[in-house]
């Protein structure tokens, strides 16, 4: 009969992995994390810094094709994008500095584990250097306080990125069912936008809904009232609430954080770093559109370019910083052929609206007709919105046809205007936009000049 071998009581068992002391094994844990925090950090932070370029170029031509809450949507997912791609570039970046500084006091503990000798600082004087030794911490006291800092720093950061993505999850699902609910009622933008803040309001009552039921049952239980049924809706409010996965990710490290921290200044300052996020995607597109958004032009002002010559408006002259410019546009400054092609673009987000009113001969604005109908209809619409002239005198725009310009990546009608009986040298063509229009908001009347410069061929 075998017998069962006599278990050393010094050798451990092969699972006394599973029976380790818990802050044995997230000591060894934890000294993994600062080589995985280096990892992910280093990994990501430069390569984040390209990605909105990328985002605002997708941003930018799909934008143009689009209005309403299909303009809504890409606008959110963009601005989202791109605020989660600067924010965690950039805390990363602080990160690696942060841990560099603690591998660089690490370095220095293996070698001076004394820190400083205060004693070989002739170059200080008795007070100074009473007064600054009285404030260092020692090299423990400053590993301690970076280590701590790299952590919290790569925390948040997990925080705010997993938040903004929530919140585009979020925004993505509740604008698309507002564009189902547009189109049930015949493609109202205003029921849409009428289902989206009810169920935005709905969504903030839900979030502060605990709050206000944790006061109501405070007060109930001071006045000696009973509290069991408001316990129990309270309990299942919350129980709804920690099925959404993204709160259950959080609601960890932002507790933590939260309740070791001054609660008051790390929500204020979670809160302003989302704000912030969601901010500079408007920022990088008010960038694209103005020529410099800190100038000091106080000759050549915006004014005066915009009767002059704006580079939009020659496709010759054309970049990548005017591709939010849908304007009209020739082919160059200096026009040499005896025909001058005159190109202006058909914007949905603002011309559908004006057509919804203009072309009545459009039903609700839909050209709906097929063949060469669709192209004759096509351009009487616009012909409606836009007026053209040549050096004073107009220009027929129904003569116009339509066109795809895959190489700007635009719709809209183009011309042919004939150069025979022009002199050489400069003509200017100005075209305006809803001429009867305001002077503000998104229908205001919208002027457009374009000089050029006529030289025939000898």
């Known amino acids: 009969m075998n017998e069962s071998p006599a278990v050393d009581p010094a050798t451990p068992a092969p699972d006394t992995e599973r029976g380790q002391e818990p802050s044995t094994r997230f000591g060894r844990l934890r000294e993994r994390t600062d080589e995985l925090e280096l990892f992910i950090s280093g990994l990501l932070a430069f390569a984040l810094l390209a990605v909105p370029g990328y985002l605002f170029d997708a941003w930018a031509r799909s934008s143009l094709h689009t209005e309403g809450m299909y303009f809504q949507v890409l606008w959110f997912a963009f601005s989202i994008g791109v605020g989660m791609c600067y924010v965690l570039a950039v805390a990363l970046i602080a990160h690696l500095t942060v841990r560099g500084y603690w591998i660089g006091l690490v370095g220095l503990k293996s070698h001076f584990p004394k820190g400083i000798d205060w004693n070989h600082l002739p170059q200080l004087g ?130 933590t954080m939260q309740s070791n921290l001054r609660s008051r200044f790390f929500m204020v300052g979670y809160l302003f770093a989302i704000i912030v996020a969601m901010m500079l995607g408007a920022l990088q597109v008010a960038g694209s559109v103005k020529f410099s958004l800190f100038n000091r032009y106080q000759v050549i002002t915006e004014d005066a370019v915009e009767h002059g010559m704006l580079s939009a408006h020659y496709e010759s002259m054309r970049s990548a910083h005017d591709q939010l410019l849908p304007y009209p546009m020739i082919p160059a400054d200096t026009i040499s052929g005896s025909q001058l092609r005159v190109f202006i673009p058909h914007r949905p987000q603002r011309d559908n609206t004006l057509a919804r009113q203009r072309c009545t001969q459009l039903s609700g604005g839909r050209n709906e007709a097929e063949g060469a109908p669709a192209a004759a209809a096509a351009v009487a619409c616009l012909a409606q919105l836009w007026t053209a002239q040549l050096d004073g005198k107009p220009v027929d725009l129904g003569s116009f046809v339509p066109m795809e310009r895959r190489d700007l990546d635009m719709r809209g009608v183009v011309g042919y205007l004939p150069m025979s009986g022009l002199a050489p040298g400069r003509h200017d063509l100005h075209l305006v936009w809803n001429a009867d229009g305001p002077k503000r908001g998104g229908a205001r009347r919208r002027e457009y000049f374009i000089p050029f410069w006529y030289a025939p061929d000898p």
């Open 126 to 255: 008795p007070v100074t250097r009473a007064f600054m030794r009285s404030r260092d911490g020692g090299l423990d006291g400053s590993i301690q306080r970076a280590d701590r800092l790299a952590t919290m720093l790569f925390s948040t950061t997990l925080m705010c990125v997993q938040t903004l993505a929530g919140t585009l999850v979020v925004a993505i699902i509740v604008l698309g069912l507002a564009m189902a609910v547009g189109a049930l009622f015949g493609g109202s933008e205003a029921a849409a936008m009428i289902f989206t803040g009810v169920v935005l309001l709905a969504l903030l009552t839900v979030g502060v809904l605990p709050l206000l039921m944790e006061r109501s049952i405070a007060r109930r239980q001071a006045r000696g009232r009973p509290t069991a049924f408001q316990q129990r809706v309270l309990h299942g409010v919350l129980g709804g609430l920690q099925r959404l996965p993204l709160l259950r990710l959080v609601q960890t490290m932002q507790m």
